[in-house]
């Protein structure tokens, strides 16, 4: 299905680049009036790329419609909302919009990416619309685990979208405001919420989420008779936690410890945003030693096992300041992510090992998800009363759920996207038509170091068949009558110890040997070069030629020695030089 949007010029659309049905990477699109409105440019994880541990979407498509995009509103702090944006900021150029405490966030981001003073990142005013013509977005607030959560009504003349980002309805978030229900309410009353695109994260959990607040009780339950040291591992943007957390250490009589870059950040950010104002105590990893352990309480990053992070190396004994022994106790307040399984058990066994205690959510009240389960998705439906229901920020396993549920509670029509997928918003006949009108390119582009890699590449493809049966290499160099002028260097990694196999590697000369007394019968050298003996059978050819030929074959060659040897076919580049 292509797309002409030149007919579709006046029509409302909704697309998404990243975010439908998968968890992360959201990026979204509204059009109207031929402009582009794009909220949230968020990053995903990568699993399975070598050296790539982050996604962010393909944009080529809005990239080709740079001049007609008005702005990018990003809904909250989170990763997956706003992470790519010091990756793909250079080739969108568009104005950004976002809560002060996002904007502070973002800002300690691109400062590493000395981008810090060529983004313009606009502080959102909610008590009024922000004007980006066509559209008029008011902001409405809704708890999540992080403050200052917005949901976006894009009010349009064709009708009026609910975007909601990540949210819950907690009455006791602890950190931040609560959601303001009563404005879904009053648009849902009279009928003018056209869409609502939705959060489907915990569309399969049946009833209310619970509260942040509950946790401190619980928490503090576990921490207070630990005579040890106290570890907390959690997600490192997971503001209100630490909030939890440092308040129950100064009831404790702990000082807090931030062991982990990205929660010193947070830290720092939520400081000058206003947040982390009580009087907690919070100490530098290197005042440690004037403490005993039953003083301290360290807040770790690194609960999903992820290899350098703090929680990792406290396992390992490799962090340089923060050491737990046994007798020690790690919470942690942290949900295990399907697909992380693996790493995380093994973070929990090597603590076990070293008989520190490990809690977690499978055995304690540790950890509460910032996403609305069923009930609240029910909830959300009535308040809002849309016409229409697009699922995201789901697998397609939730997304279908959630639209089951949003059906069930009366929205007329449930509209399943993919990323790429052109939808068209419409008051009109929007029960009987199509709502698709066609794809757009959508895919996923790997972070590698500092360049983008498309997933479907070269370089990841060269770097999988490195992974998978490492790489040979052979280096001639030739006189003109194709004799070596010295042996042959042979290097092979990662697929065969040839440094210790004489053998083998003598058997690779023997070979070279032979190819180039038989290839000298072949081919002559022109370009006024003479070779004796030449026989007239020869193929007057370029210096460049010849060698490419003998790389060629003496590639095909090798590579029938390895598959014997090993079983595989490794990389393989030959070098082959001829002097004059
Ligand atoms: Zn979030
Ligand atoms: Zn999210």
Known sequence: MDINLKKHRDDLLFVALGGANEIGMNVNLYHLNGKWLMVDLGVGFASDVPGVDMLTADISFIKAHKKDLIGLIITHIHEDHLGAVQYLYQELEMPIYTSKLAANFLYSKLEEYNLNKRVKVHIIDGSKDLNLDPFKIEFIGLTHSVPEMNALLIKTPKGNILHTGDWKFDPDPVVGNI????????????????????????????????????????????????????????????????????????????????????????????????????????????????????????????????????????????????????????????????????????????LAKKQIEVITEKDHFVHVSGHP????????????????????????????????????????????????????????????????????????????GKQLLDLKGEVIKERRKLQSAGIVTISLVLDNSLNLISKAKIIAVGCYDLKNDYVVKEMIQKEITMLLKHKSKDLKLGGGLKIPFLSKKRKNLPEGKVAAEIEKSLRTKIIRIFEDLIGKRPAMEIFCHIVN
Do not use: W
């Open 179 to 350: 959601s303001e229900k009563e404005k879904i309410k009053a648009y849902g009353d009279k009928g003018e919420i056209l869409a609502v695109v939705c959060d489907s994260t915990n569309a399969l959990t049946a009833g209310h989420s619970r509260s942040e607040g509950e946790l401190h009780e619980s928490l503090k339950s576990l921490i207070l008779p630990c005579k040890g040291l106290v570890g907390v591992a959690s997600f490192a943007s997971n503001l209100a936690r630490i909030h939890t957390i440092a308040k129950i250490a100064k009831e404790v009589g702990r000082k807090v410890v931030l062991a982990g870059y990205s929660l010193r950040r947070l830290h720092e950010v939520g400081k000058k945003s206003g947040y982390f104002r009580e009087d907690f105590d919070f100490i530098s990893d290197h005042e440690i030693r004037s403490y005993k352990k039953s003083e301290l309480l360290i807040i770790a990053t690194g609960c999903q096992g992820e290899p350098l992070a703090a929680a990792k190396k406290i396992a390992t004994d490799t962090h340089p300041t923060v050491k737990f022994s046994k007798g020690d106790m790690m919470i942690f307040s942290s949900k295990i992510i399907p697909g992380n399984e693996k790493k995380i058990f093994a973070l929990f066994d090597a």
């Open 373 to 448: 389960s069923q009930d609240e998705l029910r909830e959300m439906y009535q308040l809002a009363q849309p016409k229409i229901a697009i699922p995201v920020h789901g697998e397609f396993v939730h997304t279908k759920a959630h639209g089951d549920l949003a059906r069930s509670v009366g929205v007329p029509k449930i509209i399943q996207v993919e990323n790429g997928l052109v939808v068209k918003l419409s008051k009109e006949n929007f029960e009987t038509e199509s709502a698709s009108i066609g794809l757009v390119k959508a895919g996923y582009f790997g972070v590698d």
